[in-house]
């Protein structure tokens, strides 16, 4: 079983963590990994900078400008994990966009992944129907999850789509808004977690954009598995480097 599928098993609100790998420095991806799974972090997504990053807020995009021109590629990325499960043995995925994964090449990207111990990938911009057609067979022969985003404007029947297509958990998404543009969630987001909730999903659901404190990760749980943390992480690593996480992760918690 794939250690996102074990992780989800757990009778707990699972807190992932998202970061800019290459970022604050190129030799940081490591440091940080191991410092989160101490922490008791359950999760992690490892952001893979992107020239071109249109979901992404303002902080998530200067942090994956600077990973880029601190020098982090897929290759030097795979070069820096390539010992990471003698260490770590939280789920990690990479989160970043389709383009880079074609220029690698999708069969050999899914390799690499499955050989460093990868266990999912996170692509918004690849959509399920092009998956499906041309790409699961290969993220499934590799053991690889494919997690899909839905929004507030996901219609239910696209949801069931998803939730059927899944084998992880649903990313769901606060809001229509970039990474990092909200805060706190008011009546609409309430309501949308409510509709989710309704539904009914084989998958469990685990929140992503808007989550920055204790308020607000036990407001996403309150119906979803799980909540993801990244502009207000990667704003801590800014200010603070990896000798900040233990104080940011305990806050959460």
């Given at each position: 079983?794939?250690?996102?599928?074990?992780?989800?098993?757990?009778?707990?609100?699972?807190?992932?963590?998202?970061?800019?790998?290459?970022?604050?420095?190129?030799?940081?991806?490591?440091?940080?990994?191991?410092?989160?799974?101490?922490?008791?972090?359950?999760?992690?997504?490892?952001?893979?900078?992107?020239?071109?990053?249109?979901?992404?807020?303002?902080?998530?995009?200067?942090?994956?400008?600077?990973?880029?021109?601190?020098?982090?590629?897929?290759?030097?990325?795979?070069?820096?994990?390539?010992?990471?499960?003698?260490?770590?043995?939280?789920?990690?995925?990479?989160?970043?966009?389709?383009?880079?994964?074609l220029q690698y090449g999708v069969e050999q990207f899914c390799a690499k992944c499955?050989?460093?111990?990868?266990?999912?990938?996170?692509?918004?911009?690849?959509?399920?129907?092009?998956?499906?057609?041309?790409?699961?067979?290969?993220?499934?022969?590799?053991?690889?999850?494919?997690?899909?985003?839905?929004?507030?404007?996901?219609?239910?029947?696209?949801?069931?789509?998803?939730?059927?297509?899944?084998?992880?958990?649903?990313?769901?998404?606060?809001?229509?808004?970039?990474?990092?543009?909200?805060?706190?969630?008011?009546?609409?987001?309430?309501?949308?977690?409510?509709?989710?909730?309704?539904?009914?999903?084989?998958?469990?659901?685990?929140?992503?954009?808007?989550?920055?404190?204790?308020?607000?990760?036990?407001?996403?749980?309150?119906?979803?598995?799980?909540?993801?943390?990244?502009?207000?992480?990667?704003?801590?690593?800014?200010?603070?480097?990896?000798?900040?996480?233990?104080?940011?992760?305990?806050?959460?918690?």
């Amino acid at each position: 079983m794939n250690r996102i599928q074990e992780k989800l098993k757990e009778n707990k609100k699972l807190l992932s963590i998202y970061f800019t790998a290459g970022y604050p420095a190129v030799n940081d991806t490591v440091a940080i990994l191991k410092s989160l799974e101490k922490n008791g972090v359950d999760m992690v997504e490892i952001g893979l900078p992107f020239s071109d990053p249109l979901a992404d807020g303002p902080v998530i995009q200067a942090s994956s400008t600077q990973a880029l021109k601190n020098g982090m590629t897929s290759s030097l990325l795979f070069e820096q994990l390539k010992d990471i499960r003698k260490e770590v043995k939280i789920p990690l995925i990479l989160m970043g966009y389709f383009n880079p994964v074609l220029q690698y090449g999708v069969e050999q990207f899914c390799a690499k992944c499955a050989a460093i111990g990868i266990d999912g990938l996170i692509l918004p911009d690849l959509p399920l129907a092009e998956y499906e057609l041309h790409y699961k067979s290969i993220f499934e022969k590799h053991g690889l999850i494919n997690v899909f985003l839905i929004t507030p404007q996901t219609s239910d029947q696209r949801i069931k789509e998803i939730d059927a297509a899944s084998k992880g958990f649903i990313y769901m998404v606060s809001s229509a808004s970039t990474t990092g543009g909200t805060s706190g969630f008011g009546t609409s987001q309430t309501d949308y977690f409510n509709r989710i909730d309704k539904l009914n999903l084989k998958n469990p659901q685990i929140v992503g954009f808007g989550i920055n404190n204790k308020e607000t990760f036990t407001a996403a749980t309150q119906k979803a598995s799980g909540a993801i943390i990244g502009s207000a992480f990667i704003k801590m690593l800014n200010s603070k480097g990896v000798k900040g996480i233990s104080n940011f992760i305990t806050a959460i918690r």
